[in-house]
C-alpha cells in the first residue's frame, strides 16, 4: 500500500473575510420554515413515495397471524437486524418492506450513474462472512443491491418476508403483550417483537414548489431520482437516456445524487438546466478497481479493522498517530492535514483541545480553498466557476467527487441556474420552471432533493399510528427530544426496538453504526427469550440514567452547526436545538467505538443494567 499523506493546500488564504464570505452565504439561503419547505408526499403526491416502478404490485390475501419478531424495513438496517437475529438463534423473524425486494436505499435508487461515496470496502457489510469483495473502491449501486439480496438468501430472510406491503398502524396489546400491526394489504400481525429498520434514507422529499400542479395538468412529465422513470429517459443505470435526446430536461438539486446524474443527463439532453441552492464540494474520486493481489493478501479481521481505521481518521476522530490512513480519500483529507500539522508541532503533547480545534479550523478552510480552487481549473466560463464554489465548512454538507460532474459545465448545452438569492425554484407553471424571475421551458423535472431526515419523527417513520402502552403515542413521547435506553429502546413501548440516528454511537460510516445496533438489539432479543419474559423495556430510572449520560458528556457543536449554509446535516439552518428534528439527534459524544465498548461491557455483565424483564 502506498503511503497516504497529507495533501498540498494553499497557505495564502484569508480566514477572517472567508468566515465572513461564509456567513453571507448562509444567509441568502435561510428560509425561515424550515423543513417545512418540503411537501409531504400524501394525497396527490403520495404516487411518488408509494408507487414502485421496479415492481408490479402482486394480489395476496391479507396475512392472520401471530408472529415472533418482525422487523419493519429491509435495507441494511433490516438486513442486519435480521442476520445478527439468526445468528443469535432467533427463529420466527418476518421483515416487512414497502419495497419489492431487499435493498432499501439501493433498491429505490437506480438512477444513471448511482455509486457508493463511501469506500465500499468499509460501507458494505458482512463483506468476509459473505464471502464477497467490491469491484472497486466506489461500488456501483446494482452491485451493492445485489449483496443486499445475497444477505436476504444468506440468512433466509426471504422466508416469511412481506414484501410491497406498507405498514400502517402499530398498536401495544398489553394483555396479549403483543404489538398489532395493521398494513396497506388488509394484514392484522400480532408480534411479540418489533425492530424500527427504516433506515435514514427512506421517504423521498419534494419541494413544496408552487404551481406543481399546473405543471403537471399541462402534460409537464416529473419525477424523484429515487423513482427513476426509465419509459421516459431510456437507458439504465449505466447511462444511455436515448429518449432524452429532444427533451429540455430540469434537474433541481446539487446534492450528492445531482453530482452522480448531471454527467448522464448532461451527454444524452438535448438540453439541461440544473438548479442549485448550494453547491456540493466535488473532490477527485479516484475510483480505482480493486487490486486481486491486494484482495488476496487480506487476513481475516480486514473488514473490521478497515472500519476502524476509517473512523479513526474521518472528520469524526480525525487526529491519528503511529497509524496508516488505509481509506485515503476526501473523507480522510483533514484527519491527515491535522494530524501531520499537530505532529510537526514543537511540543504535540502540550496542545489543549482549543488549539487542536483552532489547527481543525484552519486545515478546513484551507481544504474547502483547494476544492474552490480546483473548479477554475475544470470549468471555463468565470461566472458558473464562480457559482459553483461551495462557501462553507467541510461537512457542512456531505462531501462528494467525481471527474466528470464540473467539466459537463463546460457543454454548450448545460446551463447551471444558481436560485441562491431567491432561496430556491420559485415557481412551476404550464411551461416549465421559474428562477430569478426567468422562465425556462423544460419538458420534464427532475428532484434530486433527497430524502426526509430532518423533517417530525412522524413524517420519516411513514406510520400513521404508534402507540404504545395506555395508548403513548411515539410521536407526542418524542416530540420534543428522544427517550431511550442506549438508544434503542424506550420506557412505555414494550419489545420494541430502534435503529438509526438516536442517542448513541456515530459514525461517518452508517453500515458499521446498524450492525452495531443490530448486534446489541439481538442479545437483549434473544436474552428475553432465553429468561421467559414476556416484555422487556427500559425501567424509568435507567432511561433517565441513560438520557442523564448523554447530557452530561454531550459537545455543544451549535457554533458549527449554525455557521453552515442550511441542509439535513444542520436541520435546514436550525441545528439540533430542534431536538430530534436534528440529523444526529443526541449522539453519545465519547464516538462510536467508546459506545461499541460500552455495550459490549454491559453485555458482558450479563444483568441486563437498567432494562425491566416481566414474565
Excluded at 4 to 10: A, H, I, L, V
Excluded at 62 to 81: K, N, R, S, W, Y
Excluded at 138 to 149: K, L, P, S, T, V
Aim: charged share 25%; proline share 5%.
Amino acid at each position: 500500500m502506498k503511503p497516504c499523506g497529507p495533501t498540498d493546500t494553499p497557505d495564502d488564504i484569508d480566514i477572517e473575510a472567508l468566515r465572513q464570505k461564509y456567513a453571507q452565504e448562509r444567509a441568502k439561503r435561510l428560509r425561515p420554515e424550515g423543513s417545512g419547505q418540503y411537501l409531504e408526499l400524501t394525497d396527490d403526491f403520495a404516487d411518488f413515495y408509494e408507487i414502485d416502478p421496479y415492481t408490479p404490485l402482486t394480489e395476496r390475501d391479507p396475512v392472520v397471524e401471530t408472529a415472533e419478531v418482525v422487523i419493519l424495513g429491509g435495507g441494511f438496517a433490516g438486513l442486519l437486524a435480521g442476520a445478527y437475529l439468526k445468528k443469535a438463534g432467533v427463529e420466527g423473524v418476518r421483515v416487512v418492506e414497502m419495497a419489492g425486494d431487499f435493498g432499501g436505499v439501493w433498491y429505490w435508487n437506480r438512477f444513471p450513474g448511482i455509486q457508493c461515496d463511501n469506500d465500499a470496502y468499509c460501507y458494505i457489510p458482512l463483506l468476509e462472512e459473505l464471502g464477497f469483495m467490491p469491484s472497486k473502491k466506489f461500488a456501483d449501486g446494482a452491485e451493492i443491491f445485489g449483496h443486499c439480496r445475497a444477505i436476504g438468501k444468506h440468512f433466509g430472510l426471504y422466508d416469511g418476508a412481506l414484501f410491497s406491503t406498507q405498514v400502517r398502524d402499530m398498536r401495544w396489546d398489553d394483555d396479549a403483550a403483543r404489538w398489532r400491526i395493521g398494513t396497506d394489504r388488509g394484514d392484522d400481525i400480532a408480534a411479540r417483537f418489533v425492530v424500527m429498520a427504516q433506515g435514514s434514507y427512506n421517504r423521498p422529499k419534494l419541494p413544496g414548489i408552487p404551481g406543481i400542479d399546473d405543471y403537471r395538468n399541462a402534460g409537464g412529465h416529473f419525477f424523484h431520482s429515487a423513482r427513476w422513470d426509465y419509459d421516459y429517459t431510456g437507458g439504465g443505470a449505466g447511462g444511455g437516456l436515448h429518449k432524452l435526446a429532444d427533451k429540455r430536461v430540469a434537474l433541481v438539486g446539487t446534492g450528492a445524487t445531482g453530482v452522480q446524474l448531471v454527467p448522464h443527463l448532461a451527454r444524452d439532453a438535448q438540453h439541461l438546466f440544473v438548479f442549485q441552492r448550494t453547491p456540493s464540494s466535488v473532490d477527485e474520486r479516484s475510483n480505482t478497481p480493486t487490486d486481486p493481489q491486494w484482495a488476496a493478501s487480506l487476513q481475516p479481521g480486514w473488514q473490521e479493522e478497515r472500519k476502524r481505521n476509517f473512523h479513526n481518521w474521518s472528520p469524526f476522530v480525525g487526529v491519528v498517530f503511529g497509524e496508516p490512513d488505509l481509506v485515503c480519500d476526501f473523507w480522510t483529507e483533514l484527519g491527515r492535514n491535522m494530524s501531520a500539522r499537530i505532529a510537526a508541532s514543537e511540543d504535540p503533547a502540550s496542545l489543549g483541545i482549543e488549539q487542536i480545534m483552532a489547527i481543525r479550523e484552519e486545515e478546513d478552510f484551507k481544504i474547502m480553498e483547494r476544492l474552490r480552487r480546483r473548479i477554475d481549473t475544470l470549468v471555463s466560463d468565470p461566472g458558473t466557476a464562480e457559482a459553483l464554489k461551495p462557501y462553507y465548512r467541510f461537512m457542512c454538507k456531505r462531501p462528494c467527487s467525481s471527474e466528470e460532474y464540473l467539466p459537463a459545465f463546460n457543454r454548450p448545452n448545460v446551463t447551471l441556474v444558481d436560485v441562491a438569492e431567491c432561496k430556491g425554484v420559485q415557481r412551476l407553471t404550464a411551461n416549465g420552471i421559474v428562477a430569478n424571475g426567468v422562465e425556462f421551458d423544460v419538458d420534464c423535472v427532475i428532484f434530486a432533493s433527497g430524502f426526509e431526515i430532518s423533517t417530525e419523527i412522524s413524517r420519516r417513520y411513514a406510520i400513521d399510528v404508534i402507540e404504545g402502552r395506555d395508548g403513548l403515542s411515539l410521536f407526542d413521547h418524542w416530540r420534543d427530544s428522544y427517550r431511550t435506553l442506549h438508544g434503542m429502546t424506550s420506557r412505555g413501548f414494550p419489545n420494541m426496538f430502534f435503529t438509526g440516528f438516536i442517542q448513541g454511537g456515530v459514525s461517518a460510516n452508517t453500515t458499521a453504526m446498524f450492525e452495531q445496533q443490530a448486534a446489541h438489539i439481538a442479545y437483549i432479543l434473544a436474552e428475553a427469550q432465553n429468561r421467559g419474559a414476556r416484555t422487556v423495556e427500559p425501567s424509568e430510572q435507567g432511561q433517565q440514567d441513560w438520557l442523564g449520560t448523554v447530557a452530561e458528556l454531550s459537545i455543544d457543536n451549535s457554533a458549527f452547526e449554525l455557521s453552515c449554509t442550511p441542509g439535513y446535516y444542520n436541520n435546514e439552518g436550525r441545528g439540533s436545538a430542534e431536538g430530534n428534528g436534528s440529523f444526529l439527534g443526541d449522539f453519545y459524544a465519547p464516538g462510536f467505538y467508546a459506545f461499541d465498548d460500552l455495550l459490549a461491557q454491559w453485555r458482558a455483565a450479563g444483568t441486563l443494567e437498567g432494562l425491566e424483564l416481566r414474565g
